[in-house]
């Protein structure tokens, strides 16, 4: 049996997953050294606000679709108390009618 070679999609991933780790460990290299000055601060800075905004926002968004929520509930639950609620009537009973005892017809 021959060997199994790599596929040029396998190889392409293993590619991408190497240069994304070679990238990730000089970024983080970068940023460790730029913390150390004043852009670099300042940067740390402005990315902290915007995740605390974004933050804030998704909150604000969660809250506000769960008010809505509650408030639909009880607009449905106070429509379902003042639909009028028809009551269906038992259906008339037949009159019974009393069979009469059979008298003999006299001849």
Not at 60 to 83: F, G, H, I, P
Not at 92 to 101: D, F, L
Request: charged residues 35%; hydrophobic residues 35%.
């Amino acid at each position: 049996m021959r060997p199994i070679r790599k596929t040029a999609g396998r190889k392409a991933a293993a590619t991408r997953k190497r240069n994304a780790a070679k990238r990730q460990a000089a970024a983080k290299k970068a940023a460790s050294t730029r913390k150390w000055r004043a852009a670099g601060k300042k940067a740390a800075a402005t990315r902290r606000r915007r995740a605390a905004g974004q933050k804030a926002a998704r909150t604000r968004v969660r809250r506000r679709a769960a008010r809505k929520l509650t408030v639909t509930r009880a607009r449905k639950k106070e429509s379902a108390l003042n639909q009028p609620v028809q009551v269906q009537a038992p259906p008339a009973a037949e009159p019974q009618v009393q069979a009469a005892p059979q008298t003999s017809i006299p001849e």
